[in-house]
């Protein structure tokens, strides 16, 4: 069984700053990708930041030049660096990863989710 469990998020003000982390646990073989997603009130989850295996990123176009997503191979863990903040990037964070294991390859994984609130 494969955990993914996140820390950070919380309230803050526009401009202001917050960093999320996410570590992976369990049986596992690899980690390829792994990323950040995001789901505001009655909006449909998108993505908003991934990291391969080898370090190559893709961002959402809106948090361009603001987030920037980094991983630990070495402790399966991945953050997301949110900086200068707006109101619209209220929602609940998600982390994710593609997993493989003796049982599975690439299997989707989801964290718990947590909530990033951002006042003007």
């Known amino acids: 069984q494969v955990q993914l469990v996140e820390s950070g998020g919380g309230l803050e003000q526009a401009g202001g700053s917050l960093r999320l982390s996410c570590a992976a646990s369990?049986?596992?073989?690899?980690?390829?990708?792994m990323g950040w997603y995001r789901q505001a009130p009655e909006k449909q989850r998108e993505l908003v930041a991934i990291?391969?295996?080898?370090?190559?990123?893709n961002y959402l176009e809106s948090v361009l030049g603001r987030f920037t997503i980094s991983r630990d191979n070495a402790k399966n863990t991945v953050d997301l660096q949110m900086n200068r903040l707006k109101p619209e990037d209220t929602a609940v964070y998600y982390c994710?990863?593609?997993?493989?294991?003796?049982?599975?390859?690439?299997?989707?994984?989801w964290g718990q989710g947590t909530q990033v609130t951002v006042s003007s």
């Open positions: 990291i391969t295996s080898g370090g190559s990123t």
């Open positions: 994710n990863a593609r997993v493989s294991t003796s049982l599975s390859i690439d299997a989707n994984y």
């Open positions: 369990g049986r596992i073989n690899s980690i390829n990708a």
